[in-house]
């Protein structure tokens, strides 16, 4: 048998999947085989198949990591699934307590902090003026500080 595998590729390995074999055969029941060499050999081949496809992943996913590290390799960008849940959730609770404030103020918040759009540009949009832009933005920033304020206090 030790020949067969080292024939087979199994050089250093052969009695580590020699020994693998007859961990498997100690609790089988030989009734139910017809041709027991063949089994013997088969299963010995099985497991050398089993063992050289396992090395191979964890040589891909030790080289993949390692060109992470040095960072060559390509991380994703993408946040933990966890995290991504806690941002959703806490981008949720600042919305809701933005609009406590209004529905104007947070869509002149909104406009201006995510949209980019100037704030001379939201006063014409909404027909209001510069200065109720700047005071509905104060607002939001106040309401957004408290929010902050109780999330730390938590």
Do not use: C
């Not at 595998?5 to 999947?17: M, P, Q, S, T």
């Not at 055969?25 to 299963?43: C, F, G, M, N, Q």
């Not at 089993?50 to 191979?56: E, G, I, L, T, Y």
């Amino acid at each position: 048998m030790l020949r067969f595998l080292r024939a087979r590729g199994a050089v250093d390995n052969a009695e580590d999947i020699l020994q693998d074999l007859w961990l498997r055969l100690a609790d089988l029941d030989e009734s139910t085989i017809v041709s027991p060499a063949a089994y013997l050999y088969r299963a010995a081949n099985n497991i050398m198949h089993d063992r050289h496809r396992s090395n191979q992943r964890s040589r891909r996913r030790d080289s993949e990591w390692s060109d992470i590290e040095r960072g060559t390799g390509e991380a994703s960008d993408l946040p933990l699934p966890d995290r991504a849940l806690i941002a959703r959730q806490q981008l949720n609770q600042v919305e809701a307590r933005i609009s406590k404030e209004g529905p104007r103020i947070f869509e002149v918040f909104r406009r201006f902090r995510v949209d980019g759009v100037g704030q001379r540009q939201i006063a014409a949009e909404l027909g209001i003026s510069l200065s109720s832009v700047e005071k509905d933005l104060q607002k939001a920033y106040r309401a957004l500080a408290e929010w902050r304020e109780n999330e730390n206090a938590q």
